[in-house]
């Protein structure tokens, strides 16, 4: 599967994230097959169904991770934080959490990276 056909980036107060092309963001496709109890299949499956999405978007959300897992991983960290943590460099989490993202968006801005 191409999963450049089903990915694209969306800016955002927390910087730039990839996403599915009429989908939501790929790190809640993840967190949505991860949080299933069921084997790997009945989690697909069952994101399929909860997100209303095609078994193909939810299978490149998932290849697009195993490509990029630290930023994805990074975006799932942050979304579990609670907003009194966002930004306060006091909280060692979101301190790591906000520098990876913005290390990962530095990087991808050097490497002249599309974006789409």
């Known amino acids: 599967m191409n999963e450049d056909s089903y990915i694209t980036f969306r800016d955002g107060p927390t910087g730039r994230r990839a996403a599915l092309i009429d989908g939501p963001d790929i790190w809640e496709v993840v967190q949505t097959v991860d949080s299933h109890p069921g084997d790997r299949e009945a989690a697909i499956l ?3 169904e909860l997100l ?3 078994e193909q978007q939810v299978r490149a959300a998932i290849d697009y991770r195993a490509a990029n897992r630290e930023e994805i991983d990074a975006r799932i960290d942050l979304n579990a934080q609670t907003p009194e ?3 306060d460099p006091s909280k060692p ?3 790591t959490t906000a520098e990876t993202l913005r290390r990962l968006d530095a990087e991808e801005g050097a490497a002249g990276m599309d974006p789409r």
């Open 46 to 48: 069952a994101a399929v």
């Open 93 to 95: 989490v979101a301190a």
């Open 52 to 54: 209303n999405l095609t």
């Open 85 to 87: 943590s966002w930004g």
